[in-house]
């Protein structure tokens, strides 16, 4: 089962925020609070028009909110998402297989790029993991 999506009073205020820059062009599905990023999972194909010109729209968000912005477009097909959600990464494949009563996505990724989409002490991945749990049936991912 995927997690709730719980949108606190924060959130909300960043997702209206983000729409509000973006001129409401784009729809904010879910926006994810964590010690150092906020993570907004757009509407599918809306990716670019999310991000801005040379990322004028992060950027805009970054200096609003004091913290690092990642912005991830939804995808309905559970291996999509997932290789959204690695997107800056350079994946290459996305796996999903059962484990036990465990649903698990095995991500390769650019071996160079490997270290930073796990992250000091797997926070990285943990954050991943989070934000797919909520949109999709996987309970753990790992990086290949």
Wanted: one cysteine or more.
């Amino acid at each position: 089962m995927s997690a709730d999506i719980v949108l606190t009073e924060d959130t909300l205020r960043y997702i209206s925020l983000f729409e509000s820059i973006t001129k409401n062009r784009v729809v904010v599905k879910d926006c994810m609070d964590t010690e150092d990023k906020l993570v907004f999972v757009v509407g599918e194909g809306q990716g670019n028009t999310a991000v801005g010109k040379k990322g004028e729209n992060v950027i805009k968000l970054k200096d609003k909110t004091g913290k690092n912005i990642q912005v991830v477009e939804y995808s309905a097909d559970p291996q999509k998402f997932v290789m959204n959600v690695f997107h800056i990464y350079g994946p290459q494949k996305v796996e999903i297989e059962q484990r036990g009563n465990i649903t698990h996505a095995t991500v390769t990724v650019d071996p160079k790029l490997k270290g930073r989409a796990i992250g000091k002490a797997g926070k990285n991945l943990r954050i991943a993991r989070d934000i797919v749990n909520r949109h999709h049936e996987i309970q753990s991912i790992s990086v290949d």
